[in-house]
C-alpha cells in the first residue's frame, strides 16, 4: 500500500474535554501533568493524547484499544463531530478545521460515510428508504434515489427485502441496510465504529467477510473502529493500537503480532495465531542462501506467493515434504520456504525472536 498517497492524514490531534481544556493542554504539554492532575487541577479529561497517522487511499485502517481508550473519540474528529482541541485533519491534503459550515456539510452529505454500532435505522420507514436517506438530504430526485438503493440492496445481498419495515428485520439484516445506507450517497471514506460487535459471532463473522469482499470491490478509503484484535487482523491492513489517548504502535497485524511494542500490545496480541497473520516473504531465505547449502532448486517443486499465510503454507507443505518457492506480484521466484523455516515459524515466531 505504500505507494498511495494519504487520503486522510492527522497531525498532533489531541482532544481535551472540559471548560479549561486550553489551560489544561498547555500544562500537559508544556509541564507534563499527567491524566489525573488534569482532571483534579482544570477538571478536564484528556480524551485525544497527540495522536499522528494517515491513512492511504483504498486502506481499511483499524484503530483498536480496550473502552476507553479514545478509539472512539478520535474517529469523530475525521468528520468534525467533535473538534480537535489542537492538531491537524487533512482529507485529501484540504485542511478539515478550516472548511465553513457549507463546506463542512458538503464533507459530510458527499464524501464521507459512517456506520456506527448501534444502526439508528428509522423503524417506521422501509428498507429502500432508509437506504436511500443520505440521497434524500441532498435533494436526489425520488426515482434516482430508489434507483440507487436498490443496487445497493444487491451489493449487501439483501435483494427482496426492500419493502419490509426496519424492524422486521434481525440484527445482522439492520446491519446491512446500516452499511447499504452509508454506501448508497457512494461516498469516498468510510468511518466505522465498532459496527459488527453488537452481533452474534456467526453473523459479525459472515458480515467481517462480506465487508471485506466489498470493499475490495469499492475500494473505499475506511477508518475501521474495534475493540476485538481477531476483527481488526482479519479486515485490516493496518492497525492502530491506543491506550489513555495515545496511539502505541501502528503496523500490518503482522508487524504487531510478531513484533508488539510493549508488554500492553504484547498482552492484545497473546490470544491471535502466528498462523493468521504471518506471510511467506517474512519467513523465506533468498534462493542464494539456500542453493549454497543446498543443491540447486529443481523445476518441479510447488509455488506459493509472497502474501500467503503460514497455515495455507503449511498446509502445503505438509502433502509434499519438499521446499516451497516463493513467488512475488510478478511471478518472480523471490525466496525459498524449507519444513525447517516453517517449524521455526511457529515455534519462534520465524523472524529469530
Not at 492527522?10 to 479549561?20: A, H, L, P
Not at 465553513?100 to 420507514?125: C, S, T, W, Y
Request: glycine share 6%.
Amino acid at each position: 500500500m505504500g505507494s498511495l498517497s494519504s487520503a486522510i492524514k492527522i497531525e498532533n490531534v489531541w482532544k481535551v474535554f472540559g471548560n479549561n481544556s486550553s489551560e489544561a493542554l498547555d500544562a500537559i504539554q508544556n509541564h507534563g501533568i499527567s491524566k489525573n492532575e488534569a482532571l483534579e487541577k482544570y477538571n478536564s479529561v484528556i480524551g485525544v493524547s497527540d495522536v499522528s497517522f494517515d491513512v492511504k487511499q483504498g486502506e481499511i485502517f483499524c484503530v483498536m484499544g480496550l473502552s476507553g481508550s479514545g478509539k472512539s473519540t478520535l474517529v469523530r474528529h475525521i468528520n468534525r463531530l467533535l473538534e480537535p482541541t489542537s492538531g491537524k485533519i487533512l482529507i485529501n491534503d484540504q485542511d478539515v478545521m478550516k472548511l465553513d459550515r457549507e463546506n463542512l456539510q458538503e464533507l459530510r452529505n458527499k464524501k464521507i460515510g459512517m456506520v456506527f454500532q448501534n444502526f439508528a435505522l428509522m423503524p417506521h420507514r422501509s428498507v429502500v428508504d432508509n437506504i436511500a436517506m443520505p440521497l434524500e438530504i441532498r435533494g436526489v430526485s425520488k426515482n434516482d434515489r430508489l434507483d440507487a438503493a436498490n443496487k445497493i440492496l444487491d451489493i449487501v445481498e439483501l435483494q427482496g427485502w426492500g419493502n419490509k419495515f426496519a424492524h422486521e428485520l434481525s440484527g445482522g439484516m439492520q446491519q446491512r441496510v446500516g452499511l447499504a445506507r452509508a454506501l448508497a450517497a457512494d461516498p469516498e471514506f468510510l468511518l466505522m465504529d465498532e459496527p459488527f460487535s453488537a452481533l452474534d459471532p456467526l453473523i459479525r463473522r459472515q458480515l467481517q467477510t462480506e465487508f471485506i469482499k466489498l470493499s475490495k470491490q469499492m475500494k473505499k478509503t475506511t477508518v475501521f473502529i474495534t475493540h476485538d484484535l481477531d476483527e481488526a487482523v482479519r479486515v485490516g491492513h493496518r492497525i492502530a493500537i491506543m491506550r489513555d489517548g495515545k496511539v502505541i504502535q501502528i503496523g500490518t497485524p503482522e508487524q504487531i503480532v510478531v513484533s508488539p511494542a510493549d508488554d500492553y500490545v504484547a498482552d492484545f496480541v497473546k490470544g491471535i495465531s502466528r498462523l493468521k497473520v504471518v506471510q511467506a516473504k517474512s519467513i523465506m531465505q533468498t534462493i542464494q542462501d539456500y542453493e549454497k547449502k543446498n543443491s540447486a532448486l529443481s523445476d518441479d517443486l510447488e509455488t506459493v506467493h509472497e502474501h500467503d499465510l503460514l497455515s495455507r503454507l503449511i498446509e502445503i507443505s505438509k502433502s509434499k515434504q519438499k521446499p516451497l518457492v516463493v513467488k512475488d506480484e510478478n511471478k518472480k521466484s523471490v525466496g525459498v520456504i524449507t519444513q525447517s523455516d516453517l517449524l521455526r515459524a511457529v515455534v519462534e515466531g520465524g523472524d529469530g525472536e
